[in-house]
């Protein structure tokens, strides 16, 4: 392989090696930083903080909200998010006493009607 590159690259003239150069020093530039991102990317899956917009590994941390729960900044779609808002229990509205109660009926082994009824 490197004797077939060597032969095409002595068959350009001046101006066309030029151009080679930069096309092949381009594209090794695009692969150290697609392997770099990809790089990033495995640190943050190990994390497992996943934007829920545009689904990519790329968060930071960025503050907390006014409850004290972290939130999250992608990097990728600049959406800003906490880690339970795709979760179940972020949309239900349940304070601490109700959430306990919630657990204790369910480990009894009642219904959902029943539990919501107690609720």
């Given at each position: 392989?490197?004797?077939?590159?060597?032969?095409?690259?002595?068959?350009?003239?001046?101006?066309?090696?030029?151009e080679?150069?930069?096309?092949?020093?381009?594209?090794?530039?695009?692969?150290?930083?697609?392997?770099?991102?990809?790089?990033?990317?495995?640190?943050?899956?190990?994390?497992?903080?996943?934007?829920?917009?545009?689904?990519?590994?790329?968060?930071?941390?960025?503050?907390?909200?006014?409850?004290?729960?972290?939130?999250?900044?992608?990097?990728?779609?600049r959406?800003?998010?906490?880690?339970?808002?795709?979760?179940?229990?972020?949309?239900?509205?349940l304070?601490?006493?109700?959430?306990?109660?919630?657990?204790?009926?369910?480990?009894?082994?009642?219904?959902?009607?029943?539990?919501?009824?107690?609720?």
């Open positions: 392989m490197e004797k077939i590159i060597q032969e095409l690259v002595n068959t350009l003239t001046d101006d066309q090696f030029l080679f150069y930069e096309k092949v020093k381009q594209q090794a530039e695009l692969i150290k930083k697609q392997k770099r991102l990809n790089e990033i990317d495995q640190k943050f899956r190990a994390r497992g903080i996943k934007c829920p917009k545009c689904e990519s590994y790329h968060c930071v941390k960025n503050g907390n909200n006014s409850e004290g729960k972290q939130k999250y900044l992608c990097k990728n779609c959406a800003s998010f906490d880690a339970f808002c795709n979760h179940f229990i972020y949309w239900i509205h304070n601490y006493e109700q959430w306990n109660l919630l657990i204790q009926i369910s480990l009894l082994g009642q219904s959902s009607k029943t539990i919501s009824r107690f609720i």
